[in-house]
């Protein structure tokens, strides 16, 4: 189903942080997409404009500016264009933003779902992809399965989360839909998303500002970098029935260690503030990546040290305007999936 060329895929969140790598890749495969977005204000939208910007230098790539929430407005859409396969990146994002604001949440990442479920079926679009979370996953067991229970979610983010991922079943077993659920771990690159520990963390050594660390600096992560998530989601377009896999670097790294390997690349020292832990926080996260490997001959391909000097080096040649992308909301320090 992936060869090179063969497709029409619509990418909603086309603009955001893992969607426009995703694009990017199918790009790279002859692919023609077409990605929608809704340019939310949610962070700064120079990197979602930046995110465009470069996309657009491709002729195979469509933008349209849309809502997953809109219904109507993807009906059109959908009655346009014929699309082989969806693949659902857009959503709120972010474990403890989504405390404050829990029904924008929902709103988006189950209702958003839902519409493109109803018009995957009615237009029979062959494969459905959802981007899901391992902030899904909680209590002391570590390497995480895709078979673990999930019925205790800690957040608004995640049980929203959890409900796409039902939703999605359900489809699956009443109307045939062919779809793909993963749960990212941890996803982190150049013009990522500033309400994440990676891009934070440049910033504040970058530039001299107080690195706030919740909890005593101890808690893991299995940070994975962006394209390896890419490559694995666009593998996930082939035929599965219906799946739910792990993308993780299957590698958890304090974030101590993390601190330090950015200290020696930026040549700065971290001005260190710490703060309580959240408790919507897991302490650790770590992909068992078994079944991705076995699915779809995916593992991950690119080391810490690796993937944190490209977004370094990233924020380094766009600094004059990177540095001045807000880090300051409620999510601060978040180390969520």
Known sequence: MTRTGDMAVLVTGCAGFIGAR???ALLAEGH???GIDNLADAYDVRLKEWRLFELRRTSQFVFAHQDIRDEEDLEKL?????FDAVVNLAAL???????LIPRAYYETNVKGTQNLLELCCKYRVGKLVLASTSSLYSGPRRAFKEDDPLDLPRSPYAS???AAETSCYTYHCLFGLDVTVFRYFSVYGPAGRPDMS????????AEGDEVVIYGEGTQERDFTFVDDVARGTVLGLK???YEVINLGN???VPLRRVVALLESMLGRKAKLRYEPAHPADAHATWANVSKAQALLGWSPRTSLEQGLQVAVDWYVRNRSWASKISTSDAAAASLHG
């Open 93 to 99: 994002a972010g474990v403890r933003q989504s405390i």
């Open 239 to 241: 035929p599965l029935g």
């Open 78 to 82: 959908f009655g346009t264009h014929r």
């Open 160 to 162: 929203s989360k959890k």
């Open 32 to 34: 023609r997409v077409i």
């Open 250 to 252: 299957d590698r958890p």
């Open 198 to 205: 990676i891009f934070r963390l440049i910033r504040w050594i």
């Open 22 to 24: 995703v694009c990017t």
